[in-house]
């Protein structure tokens, strides 16, 4: 009877731990390619990402709809985006120059990217994702971030250097470029290509906005010596106002004079006002 009782109490903790281990184990919920995120009424969002792959057991899937496991893909998010612009006072410098050049500049990027498994449990803390169409969005938010920094970058590399080219626009080193980017937003590029791209002649903006400048500076000097003489027929009309003012007081107490004046007589002849 002893030996039975024994065999029981054995095989019911056995019974009891296989149970705990079952509904503590998350692991098997996660298929390959994605990853899950546990929050429990108990402990809130779980720091540690639930990989395929990986054993991952947890004491609060033990509690009956204490916990909720959101399933988010790893594939990546492939996006199109197009930068496109002009140079500063484009449209002006280009006046300039007889050929009117075009200082527009566009880039055209291809960008594959995807969340980190800990990228993805930030996502869930910072934003509430719910989905894989809200990682999407986010990941959208970031390749747009990415591809206007690297138009930057591009557009520097065409000022410093004369004669930049699309082909070595091509060959840029975007991934290292966008390293610290990457490691920010916690997603791995899985690739980034400009596909075409139009970049303007700098050393033809360069003398389009000198020639601008050397422009302005001669109308300025016209306006100063226009302004000048401006001024000058200002104040000889007000001089002139002035003089006509004493002349009206003049009239007013010395009557005669008007007599004077009626017959012929110059105002120069007065006395000089």
Known sequence: MKTFSRIFIFV????????????????????????????????????KPIKPGV??????????????????????????????????????????????????????F?????????????????????????????LDSIASEMAETAARALMEAAEKKEGFTSLEAGNFDFKGMLEDLALKNQVEISAFVLENSKIPDMNMYSLARESFYEYRKSVDKELVLSAKKEAEEISKDDRNIRRLERLGELFRKYPELLDIVKNG???ESLPQL
């Open 110 to 138: 291809k960008i594959s990217l995807r969340f980190l498994p800990d990228g993805v449990v930030s996502a869930v803390k910072s934003n509430n994702a719910m989905s894989d169409g809200d990682l999407s969005a986010m």
């Open 55 to 108: 054993f991952s057991w947890a004491w609060e899937a033990l509690l009956p709809t204490n916990t909720e496991i959101r399933i988010f893909s790893l594939s990546p998010y492939t996006v199109s985006k197009l930068i496109e612009g002009e140079l500063p006072s484009a449209k002006i410098y280009s006046m300039q120059i007889k050929q009117d050049p075009d200082f527009s500049y566009s880039f055209n």
């Open 12 to 47: 019911f903790i056995l019974a009891l731990a296989g149970t705990v281990f079952y509904f503590g184990w998350v692991q098997y919920r996660v298929r390959p390619d994605t990853c899950g995120v546990l929050i429990s009424k108990t402990g809130g969002i779980r720091e």
């Open 265 to 267: 007589a110059s105002l």
